[in-house]
């Protein structure tokens, strides 16, 4: 059975000495009283728990599944699930970064964003309740009537309800314009809401008391497609004015998903018979608040995939020392035994290494993207908030896309390491492979991610976001290309920013001719802007590491050895593949749109 060790060592790395997040968040008056003790001590009970309570469920969880009474329409998750909700509501985790006016602890994303990478890491399946529910308080703080804000949120900051986005339909997935719900108007100003939804996360269960329903419908009179959207909150037991439950809402789960992996959440079809709900927003605007909600949701797919890259990681090289097979090419290493272990194989090497590098990566970037989210919700300079929330915007589909393709790639490196094993059950390596696979899908495929990056977030604004953070990667180039030894990582960053660049205004320009030059191109781009950032914060931690190398007090320190490696690693070996990527990208859409459809 596979193992989880919290990696706190390298988040510390991260917060404290790439980022120094405390004085970043101490400028912020939400943030003030926040110190480098509080984030550790909060991250290391979020690791107990996360490896010590839900890690233990994940094996099991996902040999069980969950199950539905058809007769009641109740969802039954995995043995253990509810009470370690219960463990995690009584610890007071899901209050952790909301709204003090709710009963949050108001602590910064950053924090809970690393908690939820560990979550990830030890049951990924159990992490999507508490997860759902996150982005569902966070769209009602957002975009919530007063009355509908002080009659939810208190009991989803507690966790004592949870939440989902209700979207899909059989017909329509990514294309929302087509979805079909209706949602007639009555007398008291509240809705009868109909219709079909599917691939609904945690749409049923018995883990929490409640569940908050975010529909998205159709007004008797709203205007065709996107524009025609409307929010509704759909709860599945009607709330009395005064916060107590009432009767069953007309919303049960029809069925559930027989899915590839992730069996411990309940994916769920979703029938609305005239279901009681209330409108969030304004009419017809529902699908810009629901945007709150999956643009959480997509740095958490991002999370999802981080947290299987760091565990797969961690248990393939504990494998990897431990199996024997054959000698080393270069001769024996362990002579005492009679084969050495596949760590000393290159390519078992390359592999493992290819699974760190893309977590250590990550885990700067995603912890990044979240103190930038602080920066946009509580710094006190409107200049700050608004550079922030670009940032954001220009980070999230990478975050989302680069990170899960990037554990797709990982975790199948991880199970390779095993060889035959890995194919079989009781190591876990087929489910965090099985896990992993579906983060590129949800949330908007990765595909969708690439036309977002590129079409809106690059092109359509003239490239105002791109060249914002061009300039922080600029800027680090001119302050570090002086030291010799950081050379062999800001010459390629350097390199490949102007790469970056040029390949922005090449495709801006082909697109003006040809939109499908921009879909050709699309996922080709992100990928080279995913290894851009990713280079740029491998330069910044080789930079501490060498500084703490030439530093008497911590020379001897293996951690700073093993980051240079690392860092080292990641440049001579993966960044690489943004020649062939870039190559791709300018290679246009020519040879896809030249066959005639009825010749595939």
């Not at 922080?472 to 030894?485: L, P």
Request: proline share 5%; with cysteine; charged share 20%.
């Amino acid at each position: 059975m596979p193992t989880y060790t919290p990696p706190l060592r390298d988040m510390q790395f991260v917060l404290h000495e790439v980022l120094d997040v405390t004085a970043a968040l101490q400028a912020m008056p939400a943030h003030a009283e926040i110190d480098a003790d509080t984030v550790n001590a909060v991250l290391e009970e979020g690791g107990k728990f996360a490896a010590g309570v839900i890690q233990p469920l994940n094996a099991p969880g996902d040999a069980e599944g969950c199950t539905l009474d058809k007769a009641t329409h109740t969802v039954h998750a995995p043995q253990g699930f509810k009470e370690a909700y219960a463990q995690y509501v009584a610890g007071g985790w899901p209050a952790l970064s909301c709204d003090p006016a709710y009963g949050g602890q108001g602590l910064p994303v950053t924090l809970n964003q690393c908690l939820y990478e560990m979550l990830n890491s030890a049951n990924q399946a159990w992490t999507m309740y508490p997860g759902l529910t996150h982005g569902a308080y966070e769209c009602l703080h957002a975009h919530g009537t007063p009355e509908q804000q002080a009659l939810y949120l208190p009991k989803l900051t507690s966790g004592h309800w949870t939440g989902t986005m209700c979207l899909t339909e059989p017909h329509c997935g990514t294309d929302l314009g087509l979805l079909r719900s209706k949602a007639e108007p009555l007398a008291d100003g509240s809705y009868r809401i109909t219709g079909q939804k599917i691939f609904i996360s945690a749409g049923d269960h018995e883990l929490a008391e409640n569940i908050i329903h975010l529909v998205l419908a159709r007004l008797p009179d709203a205007p065709a497609g996107s524009k025609g959207i409307s929010l509704f909150v759909v709860p599945k037991f009607l709330v009395h004015a005064d916060g107590s439950l009432g009767a069953r809402n007309a919303i049960v789960c029809t069925g559930l998903e027989h899915k590839m992996g992730i069996h411990g959440n309940a994916t769920c079809q979703m029938a609305l018979d005239g279901a009681l709900g209330t409108l969030v927003g304004e009419p017809n605007k529902g699908l810009a608040a629901m945007f709150v909600m999956m643009n959480a949701a997509r740095l958490g797919v991002g999370m999802q995939s981080l947290g299987l890259t760091e565990v797969a990681y961690q248990n393939a090289v504990a494998y990897a020392k431990d199996r024997l097979q054959m000698r080393s090419l270069t001769g024996a290493k362990a002579a005492d035994k009679p084969a050495d272990p596949i760590i000393v194989h290159p390519d078992v090497r390359k592999m493992l290494l290819t699974a760190r590098a893309y977590a250590e990566g990550g885990r700067a970037l995603a912890v990044y993207t979240a103190l930038q989210l602080d920066h946009e919700l509580s710094h006190p300079d409107e200049d700050v908030r608004r550079a922030a929330a670009d940032e954001v915007a220009l980070l999230t589909p990478i975050v989302k896309a680069f990170l899960t393709d990037n554990a797709w790639l990982a975790t199948s490196h991880c199970l390779q390491v095993y060889g035959g094993h890995g194919y079989i059950r009781e190591w876990g390596m087929e489910q965090f492979v099985r896990d992993a696979r579906i983060n590129m899908i949800y949330e908007g495929t990765n595909t969708i991610q690439s036309l977002d990056l590129l079409g809106r977030k690059v092109l359509g604004d003239g490239g105002k976001k791109l060249k914002a953070f061009g300039r922080k990667v600029a800027a680090f180039v001119e302050d570090e290309g002086v030291d010799e030894a950081m050379q062999e990582f800001v010459n390629p960053l350097a390199d490949l920013g102007d790469k970056v660049t040029k390949l922005s205004t090449e495709l801006g320009f082909k697109g003006m001719g040809n939109a499908d030059e921009v879909g050709a191109a699309a996922v080709d781009y992100l990928r080279v802007c995913g290894h851009l950032v990713f280079a740029y914060f491998f330069a910044r931690m080789a930079k501490v590491a060498l500084a703490k190398q030439a530093d008497p007090a911590t020379a001897g320190d293996p951690f700073y050895t093993a980051k240079l490696a690392t860092a080292r690693f990641y440049f001579a070996k993966l960044l690489p593949e943004t020649a062939s990527l870039i190559r791709s990208a300018r290679a246009g859409s020519a040879s896809l749109m030249a066959l005639d459809e009825a010749l595939f």
